[in-house]
């Protein structure tokens, strides 16, 4: 069915507006039966921040942004779905258009802006499927226009903590001003401290919920040895390495495109991402799992963000250019290369290569 859905669906999807081909895609999963997916491998399953995953493969916030669909992509067979990002009041995003494909380079450029329903009407939505099985994290942002912009994280972990599997805090959008620099140090402290509490304040009502952080790729090392630090002095629960870029590497194809603002996706984020992921791995020590996103477009791809340091990856742009039918793609190859491997477990290769890749030249930008 799937592979019908690709090659009927794809090139129709492709011709279209990058965005319209997307609403088109929320309104045709919110509406065709999708059947139970078939069980995974077990080699396949996961353990991190005290959730049991059926695989390790994700969609990654930014596809289902106001919880539409999260079962319909359950159903696909997603070991976990990630809804968001999620603001506190609602906003429409930048101006139109926003969204670009760089069908050369397999790459997107998107400047959406965080547009969100608002954590209300997401609550809303989320708390409907209660009971409902399968793990649903949701990512969080803040307004665009607000000034205190921990309070609005807060918020929204108080609001949406009863209704997901995890609560992702993400720092890390380049398309809403000012926003990155939550990343500093001392911002992120306070930021850090603030949530942590929201969350806690929000396990007195039987909803204590993992928290992690998703940062960028084009941080300075330095920068983050501070981020880690922190994570590690608040008891953050995991990290996600790592959200778009805003580097445009010498190599991109489409030329004109490329010079679209906005963070780039895909195939080109690959070697950057999976180098913050490695260096990010061994700063943690083994104090909490890491989620590996970035240019995740094959089995190959999602194993060496694994060895890198990954016990979870996620996808989205991937799925632009090689349809649905990727996910099973990299579900079976994953158990072909722990076979080769001779892993028992994916858990025996998370971090193998780190050491290895930190010590290598920095990816060329």
Known sequence: ??????????????????????????????????????????????????????????IAAGFDKNAEVPDALLRLGFGFVEVGGV????????????????????????????????????????????????????????????????????????????????????????????????????VLDDLLARVVDARERAAGRGARRPLLLKIAPDLALSDLDDIVGLARRHRIDGMIVSNTTVLRPATLREAETAMEQGGLSGKPLFALSTRMLAETFVRAEGAFPLIGVGGIDSGAAAFAKIKAGASLVQL??????????????????????????????????????????????????
């Open 1 to 58: 069915m799937i592979g019908l859905f690709d090659h009927l669906a794809q090139p129709l999807l492709r011709r279209l507006d990058p965005e319209e081909a997307h609403r088109l895609t929320i309104k045709a999963l919110r509406l065709v039966p999708l059947p139970r997916p078939a069980a995974d491998d077990p080699r396949l399953a996961v353990r991190a921040f005290g959730l049991g995953f059926p695989n390790p493969v994700g």
């Open 87 to 186: 603001t506190p009041r609602p906003q429409p995003g930048n101006p139109r258009p926003r969204l670009f494909r760089l069908e050369a380079d397999g790459a997107v450029i998107n400047r959406l802006g965080l547009n969100s329903d608002g954590m209300e009407a997401v609550a809303r939505r989320l708390a409907a499927r209660r009971g409902a099985p399968g793990i649903v994290g949701v990512n969080i942002g803040a307004n665009k226009e607000t000034v205190d912009r921990a309070a609005d994280y807060a918020a929204a972990v108080a609001a949406l903590a009863p209704h997901v599997g995890y609560l992702a805090i993400n720092v890390s959008s380049p398309n809403t001003p000012g926003l990155r620099n939550l990343q500093q140090a001392t």
């Open 316 to 365: 989205y742009t991937g799925l632009v250019f090689r349809g649905i039918g990727l996910l099973g793609r990299i579900k079976r190859e994953l158990v072909d290369f722990l076979r080769v491997g001779r892993f028992d477990s994916l858990a025996d290769a998370v971090g193998r290569d780190a050491a290895v890749l930190t010590g290598t030249d920095w990816p060329v930008p």
